[in-house]
């Protein structure tokens, strides 16, 4: 309870200072209602985020950066008389009912993970520039206009003992809290200050009422009762066609909301060290924003620094924050007369105090975090707030944050590998002369493996690399462009991916298009005409856009070849040994199946059907005699192609359970049971270590990555 108590004390003096900013000026009149609004809206989120959030210890308030949207409604609003007043808070209660419907709608439909991607410089350049406006927003409270105009005027006697105490006692709260961090330091300051500064009225012979006709107290401006502010009677004063001007500011007023709610979920958890769930957050604001609505008050979020005193001081329990709202409800049903005991300058210096807390964040620790493209961002929203207005800065800077985040990805290289058929083959199984000529037009193959999103900063790169193959000396038969890893691309990318392709094309180069999305090939039938769209090749896999691609480099070689009997020489001399091996195995093959023909049993297959798999009743090892068949993994994927003399193993052997062996055309194979084989490890050894010889050398042969 004390925890809860004394930040309901601190939390009491800077609502009040906010309200009676916000309901300055030409609305000085109704300060008093103006700082039941907040208060009311205070204590409606402090109770129910309390009871409802995830943080258990929670305090909640309004946020300065709201104060400032808040003042701009209030000082624009052109409506006159009483109906200034009920249409400036009438459209801080739609604000907050907006606000609320927003946060509630984010939190049912689970959507607050959007609305984590908020560039860190924007959030920190927002909170730099909603520190300094708060400052300067405190010193044109003390009655010193922060206008260049103006400058030598703040130096006059009269004008520095306007706004010298309140700045001064800002800047030692602040200096204080960064110090000592104590909790009890702010109201025990502000009882100080305002016990100080009575004793001076005391002293200088300055009555009460003589103070607050000079400005130097506040004034009441209620009947003693503070709330309700606004009763339905009130509605007949407002100001229809001045609130329709204020639409503009009462969204950026919800937006900023939005905003600060991230921000503050974000902060806590990050100084807390717990992952709260941020749709209960949401919905836990978008009720207290609601109910405050409702009842006539303004939105308010979660206090970081305030909830995590509740944790450090071991408070961590509903009760803190429910305590802190009951703080702000007795002194919103006691009455005014405290304000009339408030100092103007005590306000002018706690909004400092916020001001400069908010800076400091913002500029001076971003400073020393950031690397400097970064830390410009937010200088130049800091900058651009301050000179021009908050939606502006915050404009800026997203705009600068996306082209500092495009030119960055587009450093980025999206080619993950450069590859030619020497560093990957598909896993087709090819005749002996095909795979010499495989191995000698290998680098006649460039493979290009992008990954990644591809836009207009990350595509040029690419394309002149592939202009540069394109016009080299030893330009390639066929490039593939493996999309596997790709996320996305952009009208950009597609355009550019065009304009490659027609080249290509046009040199005669074959390109071979792997795993592309279909919003790809729609894009590149928009972009190509109808000819070069139809002499696309597109494979739906790596493996499968390698085939294709080793099957036109075959192509191509025999053509050249066809002319003249000297490369085929040349190919000849260089496959007979391979080609002698082959058959020596093709021999061991047929010499293995009529030593093992007593124990071996003929299967037929056709086309499609399953040699081997989950679900196959079959237990026994096959050797396939004639056709082809392929194994495929659990996905779809080919693993590796079976030709003559080749093993097929049951889907029961340990480390082949996921694969299934599919007919790629009528196949015969001699099945070797495992009965059969346990016998002849029993009786017949020599002949069934010459079978596992001759499968042992096989998978050497092939590798031991294909899955065999």
């Known amino acids: ?65 709201l104060v400032i949207v808040m003042a701009l409604i209030g000082s624009t609003m052109e409506a006159t008389g009483d109906a200034r007043f009920v249409t400036t808070a009438c459209a801080l209660v739609i604000a907050a009912v907006v606000t609320g419907s927003c946060c509630l709608a984010i939190g049912h439909f689970r959507l607050a993970g959007l609305m984590r991607f908020i560039p860190y410089p924007v959030a920190g350049g927002f909170v730099a520039g909603i520190g300094g406006a708060v400052c300067l927003a405190a010193l044109s409270l003390m009655g010193a206009e922060p206008d260049w105009r103006s400058l030598p005027a703040l130096v006059e006697s009269s004008m520095l003992l306007k706004w010298i105490p309140g700045t001064v006692f800002g800047i030692a709260l602040y200096l204080a809290m960064k110090r000592w961090g104590n909790a009890l330091i702010l109201p025990i300051s ?57 639409v503009p500011n009462m969204l950026t007023l919800a937006l900023v909301a939005l905003v600060c709610v991230v921000m503050n979920i974000a ?57 802190a709202a009951l703080v702000i409800a007795a002194a919103l049903f006691a009455g005014d007369q405290m304000l009339e005991l408030v100092p103007v300058p005590l306000v002018g210096g706690i909004l400092v105090f916020a001001g400069l807390g908010m800076l400091d964040e913002g500029l001076v620790r971003s ?50 590998s450069r590859l030619t058929l020497n560093d990957v083959r598909s896993h087709r199984t090819r005749p002996v002369p095909d795979r010499a000529i ?17 836009f207009f900063g990350s595509i040029y790169p690419v394309a002149d690399d592939l202009r540069q193959v394109l016009d080299g000396t030893s330009r390639p038969v066929c490039l593939m462009l493996d999309f596997t890893r790709v996320s996305g691309l952009d009208y950009s990318a597609v355009n550019v991916l065009s304009r490659t392709l027609l080249t290509a094309r046009a040199l ?37 856009g390698l085939e294709r691609c080793e099957d036109i480099v075959i192509a191509t070689w025999k053509v050249d070849a066809a002319d003249g009997d000297t490369r085929r020489a040349s190919l000849l001399g260089r496959t007979a040994d391979e080609l002698e091996r082959h ?58 192609q079976c030709g003559p003399g080749d093993p097929v193993w049951p889907a029961a052997t340990p480390g082949n359970r996921t694969m ?28 069934a270590l010459e079978l596992y010889r001759y499968l042992l050398a096989g998978w050497i042969e092939r590798g031991p990555d294909t899955g065999q």
């Open 660 to 687: 299934t062996v599919v007919a790629d055309e009528p196949c015969r194979t001699m099945e070797l049971s495992q009965a059969a084989r346990h016998w002849l490890e029993e009786h017949e050894e020599r002949l």
């Open 438 to 454: 495989l191995v000698e037009e290998a680098s006649r193959v460039r493979i290009y493996r992008l990954r990644g999103y591809l």
């Open 583 to 640: 058959l020596e195995r093709l021999i061991q093959h047929e010499d293995l199946v009529v030593a093992l023909g007593a124990w071996l049993t003929p299967r037929e297959y056709a086309a499609g059907e399953v040699l081997a798999g989950p679900g196959e009743p079959r237990d026994g090892l096959q050797l396939l005699q004639a056709g082809h068949a392929t194994a495929y993994d659990s996905s779809g994927a080919r693993l590796h």
């Open 367 to 416: 400073c020393k975090r950031l690397p400097w493209p970064e830390f410009g961002i937010i200088v130049l929203i800091f900058l651009t707030i301050i000179a021009v207005g908050l939606l502006e800065g915050v404009g800026v800077g997203m705009v600068a944050a996306l082209l500092f985040f495009a030119v960055r990805l587009s450093r980025v290289d999206p080619v993950e």
């Open 190 to 246: 502000v009882a100080l200050a305002v016990g100080a500064y009575h004793l001076a009225l005391l002293a200088l012979d300055i009555s009460g009422d003589t103070a607050r006709a000079t400005g130097l107290l506040f004034a009441s401006t209620a009947d003693g009762v503070l709330w309700p502010v606004l009763l339905p009677g009130d509605v007949a004063h407002v100001d229809w066609g001045a609130m329709a001007m204020q």
């Open 508 to 544: 005669g180069v074959e390109v071979v298009l792997s795993a592309p999305s279909a919003k790809l090939m729609l894009g590149l039938e928009r972009n190509l005409p109808p000819a070069g769209y139809a002499a696309l090749q597109t494979e739906p896999t790596v493996d499968s």
């Open 267 to 323: 902060g806590l958890e990050l100084a807390a060290g717990e992952e709260l769930d941020w749709n209960r957050e949401f919905r836990a604001t978008g009720l207290a924003s609601l109910v405050a609505g409702t009842g006539g008050g303004t939105v308010a979020t979660l206090i970081v620094p305030a909830s995590l005193r509740s944790k450090l001081f071991g408070a961590a329990t509903r009760l803190t924050g429910m305590v």
């Open 1 to 65: 309870m004390a925890a809860g108590f004394t930040s309901g004390l601190g939390l009491l003096v800077a609502q009040i200072a906010f309200g009676v900013f916000i309901f300055s000026g030409a609305l000085a009149p109704w300060s008093s209602q103006g700082v039941a609004l907040v208060l009311f809206g205070n204590f409606a989120a402090c109770m129910i985020i309390a009871l409802t959030g995830g943080f258990r210890g929670a305090i909640s308030g309004l946020s300065p950066a």
